[in-house]
C-alpha cells in the first residue's frame, strides 16, 4: 500500500477490510476480504481502474478470475494458478515440468506413509494446503515427526489435506520475489526473511518476524540469473498448461553448497519480504503493475533501487503463533520516529484506542546507509511500541551486519 501511495500519480487508493494504519493512507471498505461477490460489486460501483490483491485466500478461491470477468483489472492470478501456493504438491508437480530444482519429497495421506517417507533427520513436513505460514514443521526425531503427522493428518489441523514430506536442505534461505505478466517475469531485490518465533531461529515456524534487504553475496545480476532459472521456467510451464500467472511470483529459495533449491512459492506479496523490499524502490511501481496487466505487459520495464539497506521487524502478539491473543491495547505509536515506517497487520480500533487484533501485529521499518544503521533504527523505533505479551526477534539482519564489517 505504502509504495502506492508514493506513486508521483497520486493515486485514489481503496482498501478493504483494511485496519487503522491503512485507513490513513487509503478510504477503507467495510468488506471480507473473503467475499469475493461484495469486492466485485465495489470494484465496479467504484469504477476501479486496478485491484491489486493482498492476501492468498481470496485469490486461490478465484478473485482474478471474477474481476476479470467483471472488467476489472487485476494483479493478481487466476485460481488456477494460484494453486502454486494454495497446494504444495501441485507446487512441486510445476517444478518437476519446469526442471526447477527442489528439495526431495514424497506426498502421503497417512500417518504410517509419511513416516515411513523419512530418509533422515531433521526432515521437513508440510501442510498441503493454506496454513498462512504456520503448516511447516522440521521436526528433528521421530517424536517429532508423529506428532506432526499427527496434527496435520488426523486432527486436521489445516484441512483435509495430504502432507508434503521433504528432506531439509542446509544453506543460506533467500526469498526473491518478482513481478509477471504471463509471459515474462522481472525480479524485484531480494530480502531474507526470519521464520522461526524465537531468537536463533527457535521456537514453531510463523509467517515471518522479520527480514532485511538487499541480501550479501546476492547483487541484482545474480537475482535476475536467478528469476531466470526459477521463475520463468515456472511462467513457461504454466503458460504451456493453459493458466497464465499474471501477478507477484514469490520463490522461497534456498542457496545450498549444490546449488539454489526452491521451498515453495507464494503468489502474491508476501510479508514481512516487502516491507524491506519495496521502501528501497525508486521506480513507480503503480506503472509497473499496470504494465504487467495490458498488451506488452513488463517488455522494457526496468526498476531502479535505491543502495540503501531495509530492515523489518515483526511485533507479534503474546501467544503468537499458536494462539495469538488479541484486543491488546497498543502505545507509542505516536512516539515513533519520522524517519521508521509503521505498517499495519494485526490491528484494530476499539473504544478510540489501536489495539491487537491478530498474530503479528505490526511492522517496524528502517532505512539505512549499512546494515547495521539500519537495523539500529528499526530496533529504536520498535523500542518505543509497547502491548502485553509483545514479541520481538533481537536477531533480525544481525548476520548481514556482521558480513559488512
Known amino acids: 500500500m505504502r509504495a502506492l501511495v508514493r506513486s508521483p500519480r497520486r493515486p485514489e487508493l481503496l ?39 493482498g492476501p492468498e485466500v481470496p485469490l486461490v478461491a478465484g478473485l482474478a478470475d471474477a474481476l476479470v470477468d467483471a472488467g476489472v483489472a487485476c494483479f493478481g492470478p487466476s485460481a488456477a494458478a494460484a494453486r502454486l501456493e494454495g497446494s504444495k504438491a501441485h507446487a512441486k508437480e510445476v517444478m518437476a515440468a519446469a526442471g526447477v530444482s527442489t528439495a526431495r519429497f514424497r506426498v502421503v495421506s497417512r500417518v504410517q506413509e509419511g513416516m515411513a517417507a523419512i530418509e533422515r533427520y531433521p526432515t521437513v513436513i508440510k501442510a498441503d494446503g493454506l496454513a498462512a505460514g504456520k503448516g511447516v514443521v522440521i521436526a528433528s526425531d521421530a517424536g517429532e515427526a508423529r506428532a506432526a503427522l499427527e496434527a496435520m493428518l488426523e486432527q486436521r489441523r489445516f484441512g483435509d489435506a495430504p502432507v508434503v514430506v521433504e528432506e531439509h536442505l542446509v544453506g543460506e534461505e533467500l526469498s526473491l520475489l518478482a513481478l509477471c505478466d504471463g509471459e515474462r517475469a522481472l525480479a524485484l531485490a531480494p530480502a531474507q526473511d ?20 538487499p541480501v550479501p553475496g546476492v547483487d541484482a545480476a545474480r537475482a535476475a540469473t536467478l528469476c531466470a532459472e526459477i521463475h520463468q521456467p515456472v511462467l513457461d510451464a504454466l503458460r504451456a498448461a493453459g493458466t497464465p500467472f499474471v501477478g507477484v511470483l514469490y520463490a522461497g529459495l534456498m542457496l545450498t553448497a549444490e546449488g539454489p533449491r526452491t521451498l515453495e512459492f507464494n503468489v502474491r506479496f508476501g510479508d514481512p519480504e516487502t516491507q524491506a523490499v519495496l521502501p528501497r524502490l525508486r521506480s513507480d511501481l503503480l506503472e509497473a503493475l499496470e504494465r504487467a496487466c495490458t498488451p506488452g505487459g513488463l517488455a522494457g520495464v526496468e526498476l531502479d533501487w535505491t543502495s540503501e539497506w531495509a530492515v523489518t521487524l515483526v511485533l507479534a502478539s503474546a501467544g503468537y503463533p499458536t494462539a495469538p491473543h488479541i484486543g491488546d491495547v497498543i502505545s507509542g505509536l505516536d512516539a515513533v520516529p519520522d524517519d521508521v515506517e509503521i505498517t499495519h497487520a494485526g490491528t484494530a480500533r476499539r473504544d478510540g484506542v489501536i489495539v491487537t487484533a491478530g498474530g503479528r501485529v505490526l511492522n517496524v521499518t528502517a532505512l539505512g546507509r549499512d546494515p547495521a544503521d539500519a537495523r539500529s533504527a528499526a530496533y529504536a523505533g520498535a523500542q518505543v511500541i509497547a502491548f502485553d505479551g509483545q514479541q520481538l526477534r533481537q536477531d533480525i539482519a544481525l548476520r548481514a551486519t556482521e558480513l559488512a564489517r
Do not use: W
Open 194 to 213: 526470519y521464520k522461526r518465533v524465537g531468537d536463533g531461529d527457535t521456537g514453531p515456524n510463523t509467517g515471518g518476524m522479520g527480514a532485511y534487504s
Open 15 to 53: 482498501c478493504a477490510p483494511g485496519n487503522p494504519g491503512i485507513a490513513a493512507d487509503a478510504r477503507v471498505l467495510d468488506i471480507d476480504a473473503g467475499d469475493i461477490d461484495a469486492l466485485v460489486v465495489a470494484a465496479r460501483d467504484e469504477r476501479v481502474d486496478l485491484v491489486v490483491p
